[in-house]
């Protein structure tokens, strides 16, 4: 058994606490600490590169960040962010086996449409129930030889509601997952509604984004959630801190509103989706005129 389908099967370890790296600094904090193991996610490691996580880097770009991270957890377990796989399920079969050469234990993978955006912004999509199954089954087998375990994320909570979420856990179990993540509930309900039907161990998103539930460690796992990820709060507060040091070097005033909001300022996030938007209409204007 591998290592995390064997914490998880430990019901006495308690709730596995998974904090955030966003660089090898961050992970040597983290493999110093009393944490089991190391997380990364996308969102930071795009914020590191001076980007929102709107599916901008490059699988290059992430695996290079992901070197990093595991040299410097130095043994302990990496459980990294696979995004929606990296393209079609020939691409979901690369990502897998490079992550394991990298040395990464544990991997969860989602069904957004590409390119895929931080679960927690408005305007995420998924693709149909046979092409989720079909990329969380390619991935756990391809996790089988390569010694990566599979963590099944869905994204359809927001945009297809709870029943579709908990109907794709279920099937995603089914592939053979060690752990689900529904991401992005909207209130403890639905945290519990998710923990109490799920059949695999649950995985929660702690990320404080402001659009779900602030839950401390002792309500989730008496809820039964069985691990917890924070993937940016080390970011959040690295990003505070280097703004008020500048405050105290060159003077001025805060200049954003901080936290989750902040940094998606900082790296310029609504801008780029209206950007976007605006290239397909003025794409659909263009084709209207052919």
Same mark, same amino acid.
């Given at each position: #058994?591998?290592?995390?389908?064997?914490?998880?099967?430990?019901?006495?370890?308690?709730?596995?606490?998974?904090?955030?790296?966003?660089?090898?600094?961050?992970? @040597?904090?983290?493999?110093?600490? @009393?944490?089991?193991?190391?997380?990364?996610?996308?969102?930071?490691? +795009?914020?590191?590169?001076?980007?929102?996580?709107?599916?901008?880097?490059?699988?290059?770009?992430?695996?290079?960040?992901?070197?990093?991270?595991?040299? +410097?957890?130095?043994? @302990?377990?990496?459980?990294?962010?696979?995004?929606? !796989?990296?393209?079609?399920?020939?691409?979901?079969?690369?990502?897998?086996?490079?992550?394991?050469?990298?040395?990464?234990?544990?991997?969860?993978?989602?069904?957004?449409?590409?390119?895929?955006?931080?679960?927690?912004?408005?305007? &995420? #999509?998924?693709?149909?129930?046979?092409? =989720?199954?079909?990329?969380?089954?390619?991935?756990?087998?391809? !996790?089988?030889?390569?010694?990566?375990?599979?963590?099944? /994320?869905?994204?359809?909570?927001?945009?297809?509601?709870?029943?579709?979420?908990?109907?794709?856990?279920?099937?995603?179990? &089914?592939?053979?997952?060690?752990?689900?993540?529904?991401?992005?509930? /909207?209130?403890?309900?639905?945290?519990?509604?998710?923990?109490?039907?799920?059949?695999?161990?649950?995985?929660?998103?702690?990320?404080?984004? !402001?659009?779900?539930?602030?839950?401390?460690?002792? =309500?989730?796992?008496?809820?039964?959630?069985?691990?917890?990820?924070?993937?940016?709060?080390?970011?959040?507060?690295?990003?505070?801190?280097?703004?008020?040091?500048? /405050?105290?070097?060159?003077?001025?005033?805060?200049?954003?509103?901080?936290?989750?909001? !902040?940094?998606?300022?900082?790296?310029?996030?609504?801008?780029?989706?209206?950007?976007? /938007?605006?290239?397909?209409?003025?794409?659909?204007?263009?084709?209207?005129?052919?």
């Amino acid at each position: #058994m591998a290592w995390l389908s064997e914490r998880l099967a430990d019901t006495s370890a308690g709730l596995l606490v998974l904090p955030g790296a966003h660089d090898g600094l961050t992970a @040597k904090l983290i493999a110093g600490s @009393k944490a089991e193991a190391v997380y990364c996610g996308g969102f930071a490691t +795009a914020a590191v590169a001076g980007l929102p996580d709107l599916g901008l880097l490059s699988f290059e770009e992430i695996s290079g960040a992901l070197v990093r991270i595991v040299e +410097a957890a130095g043994g @302990k377990p990496v459980v990294a962010d696979g995004d929606a !796989g990296h393209g079609g399920l020939l691409n979901v079969e690369r990502t897998i086996h490079r992550l394991g050469r990298i040395g990464v234990s544990a991997v969860h993978i989602e069904d957004q449409v590409a390119p895929k955006r931080c679960g927690h912004l408005d305007g &995420k #999509m998924v693709v149909s129930r046979d092409e =989720a199954i079909a990329r969380i089954a390619t991935a756990v087998a391809a !996790g089988r030889k390569a010694g990566v375990e599979i963590i099944g /994320r869905t994204d359809a909570l927001g945009p297809e509601g709870l029943d579709e979420a908990l109907w794709r856990a279920e099937a995603f179990h &089914k592939t053979g997952v060690v752990a689900v993540l529904v991401d992005a509930p /909207r209130s403890a309900e639905e945290v519990r509604t998710i923990a109490e039907n799920a059949s695999a161990p649950v995985v929660f998103n702690a990320a404080p984004t !402001g659009s779900g539930p602030a839950l401390d460690h002792k =309500a989730l796992q008496t809820i039964g959630i069985a691990a917890v990820i924070h993937p940016i709060e080390g970011l959040l507060a690295a990003t505070a801190a280097v703004e008020a040091t500048l /405050r105290t070097l060159v003077g001025g005033k805060a200049q954003h509103c901080g936290g989750f909001d !902040g940094i998606n300022e900082i790296l310029g996030t609504h801008a780029l989706v209206s950007r976007e /938007r605006a290239l397909w209409q003025t794409t659909t204007n263009d084709l209207g005129r052919i």
